[in-house]
Nanobody, 127 residues
Framework: QVQLVESGGGSVQTGGSLRLSCAAS????????MAWFRQAPGKEREGVAA???????NYADSVKGRFTISKDGAKNTLYLQMSNLQPEDAATYYC?????????????????????WGKGTLVTISS
């Protein structure tokens, strides 16, 4: 059974940085498309960054140049390095995984097609 557990959320000042982690209990981690999504109160869930099995990445325009998605195959862990955080980045961040060869762009824009989800980690931004 696939389990995704996010960590690393917390409170940070505007302009600060955080690194989120997603520990994945996946037998063939390298064959999954992995992605980060976020949802703020009263808003729809949105794609933040995706990394597919071929190593291609895709980012939401709002985070390009500030966020970096990466993974460590030896640790079965997905990361999201976030810098220059802004108030609009405050949200619950979710890790998602899909084993079906999903491309990074598709994963980012079709969250409902991601098969597995974590429970999320909360990021708050203080001014």
């Amino acid at each position: 059974q696939v389990q995704l557990v996010e960590s690393g959320g917390g409170s940070v000042q505007t302009g600060g940085s955080l690194r989120l982690s997603c520990a994945a209990s996946i037998r063939r981690f390298g064959s999954y498309c992995m992605a980060w999504f976020r949802q703020a109160p009263g808003k729809e869930r949105e794609g933040v960054a995706a990394l597919d099995m071929d190593g291609f990445t895709n980012y939401a325009d709002s985070v390009k140049g500030r966020f970096t998605i990466s993974k460590d195959g030896a640790k079965n862990t997905l990361y999201l390095q976030m810098s220059n955080l802004q108030p609009e980045d405050a949200a619950t961040y979710y890790c998602a995984a899909d084993p079906r060869g999903t491309g990074a762009w598709y994963a980012l824009h079709r969250p409902l097609d991601m098969e597995y989800w974590g429970k999320g980690t909360l990021v708050t931004i203080s001014s």
